[in-house]
């Protein structure tokens, strides 16, 4: 079904992540017949270009991030690509961006630039009458790097748009699992009345990734996974396992719920959180190579602990932990379930826990373990099993168009739809709560603890669990 008709301004058209996510997005949303065949996408950037040489950048970029793409409709959509050179702290093309916008249609203005240029661009599309109140701007993470900055800068979105036209970006939000999660805890009657710490030992959230920081040691020398992943993708995924159910699936209802789990967070002890960062092994540099900063202190994996302290989850921990250059790239949120609490069976050392694994990538899907009796005449023998419910098996690789996060997200905005979207002070509150964590190891001498590139994290990380008696699940 094709959204309504749509000028999309693209700020920061020629970057790694327009190239990458946004451009090669559209045009799948343009194979999937969504984007209406008068919509226009235009691209702002400093550089000089002509549309042309816009389209032949866009069409090398599709080329090179999304080559399984059908090419058969490549030069229709790139007709509805323009560009415009803009200088984003001078006067230089905004004139030129105002007539190029049509009247009657929805107007969405994408920041994909450094968060230092937020508020010139937001003053100047206010300042040259380009937005207008039906007008919505898309905001990139990082957004802000602690609770002042993320302060101002709200402060500085605010002076110019309200809240219901800021879309602040978590692509974690847009990936198709992490919706399901709420289809899974909300509209089955199986799951919600067992969703408690009665009934949860814990839960373990995972988003282990291969790649290192090669190529953009820079911004996450600066940063680290605390910055990076905990503060939004981890927190958002904790958000929507640990919620209340809310009265309708609305975007404030939603943020809501988000935003009281986040308030409801413990500040994390010392002694309850791992940093890490990954060292050279055989022919895979370490992360001081990578970042070229032979000194650096940064982490590129972290894991915690997280008590949410409210009715339904008091003494059910949360273990969080991301990294990079781990041995294989899983996200994924286990539910283990407490063990039935008296056994009839003959069954003492058997692992009786049920455990719910959502798997988000590489391979979406659900796995649910529950306890059979082991086929054949061997007498009452349990074993575990899963019902698996993988994506790819139910649908057929081919059978179902799994948008990508961003193209769902855009679409969403086009849509004014803000449900999968960070409200300013869940992003605040989420600050709120991780700039203690990173205040004392920056006033910390320690370093982060080593681990191989390739292997599952430190060692420091397996003992967080095993002083619970617990196990972090195999990251395969
Ligand atoms: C980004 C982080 O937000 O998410 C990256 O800045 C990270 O460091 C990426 O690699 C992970 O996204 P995905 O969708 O590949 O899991």
Redesign the pocket.
């Known amino acids: 079904i094709p959204v309504e008709d749509f000028d999309l301004v693209i700020f920061g058209a020629t970057g790694d992540l327009a190239r990458r996510k946004i451009l090669p997005g559209l045009y799948r949303r343009f194979l999937a017949g969504q984007m209406p065949p008068e919509a226009r996408v235009i691209g702002a950037a400093r550089s000089d270009l002509t549309d042309q040489r816009f389209r032949d950048d866009v069409r090398a970029a599709i080329d090179e991030f999304d080559a399984k793409a059908d090419r058969s409709q490549l030069d229709a959509f790139l007709d509805q690509l323009h560009y415009v050179a803009i200088d984003a702290k001078g006067t230089g093309g905004w004139d030129s961006l105002r007539d190029m916008m049509r009247p009657g249609v929805v107007r969405a203005f994408y920041f994909s630039v450094a968060p230092s240029l937020f508020g010139d661009l937001a003053q100047r599309l206010s300042e040259y009458d380009i937005a207008d109140q039906n007008s919505r701007i898309v905001v990139e993470?990082p957004f802000g790097r602690d609770l002042e900055s993320a302060r101002a800068l709200n402060a500085t979105l605010a002076e110019h748009f309200d809240e219901g036209q800021i879309y602040r970006i978590d692509?974690?939000l847009g990936?198709e699992t992490v919706q399901n999660l709420m289809a899974v805890r909300f509209a089955n009657i199986l799951f919600e009345p067992l969703w408690n710490a009665q009934h949860v030992d814990h839960v373990q959230i995972t988003?282990a990734?291969t790649?290192g920081v090669g190529g953009r040691g820079g911004y996450?020398d600066q940063s680290g996974a605390m910055r990076?992943?905990v503060q939004?993708?981890l927190m958002q995924l904790l958000c929507l396992t640990a919620m209340e159910p809310p009265y309708h699936f609305d975007p404030n209802a939603v943020r809501d719920e988000k935003l009281k789990v986040i308030r409801a967070l413990e500040p994390v002890a010392e002694d309850e959180i791992v940093r890490g960062q990954y060292q050279a092994d055989g022919d895979q540099p370490g992360y001081v190579e990578d970042s070229e900063n032979p000194e650096s202190r940064t982490e590129s994996y972290v894991a915690l602990k997280v008590r949410i302290s409210n009715w339904r989850w008091q003494g059910t921990p949360f273990y969080l932990r991301t990294g990079?250059k781990m041995r294989a790239r899983t996200?994924e949120i286990v539910i283990t379930f407490k063990e039935p609490p008296h056994s009839i069976f003959d069954d003492s050392g058997t692992q009786r826990a049920n455990q719910l694994v959502i798997k988000l990538?590489p391979d979406e899907g659900m796995d649910l373990t529950v306890m059979i009796k082991e086929p054949g005449p061997g007498g009452m023998r349990l074993m575990q099993v899963p019902l698996d419910m993988s994506f790819a098996d139910t649908f057929g690789p081919a059978g179902v168009d799994m948008p990508d996060?961003y193209e769902r997200l855009i679409m969403d905005v086009i849509r004014g739809n803000q449900t999968l979207f960070m409200r300013g002070d869940e992003v605040e509150a989420a600050w709120a709560w991780a700039d203690p964590i990173i205040a004392a190891w920056d006033g910390s001498k320690a370093r982060p603890e080593p681990y191989d590139a390739g292997s599952s994290g430190p060692e420091e990380a397996l003992r967080l669990m095993h002083r619970d008696n617990r196990r972090w699940r195999e990251i395969r």
Do not use: P
């Open positions: 993470k692509h974690y990936k988003v990734e790649v996450y990076d992943m939004n993708h990079k996200s990538q996060a």
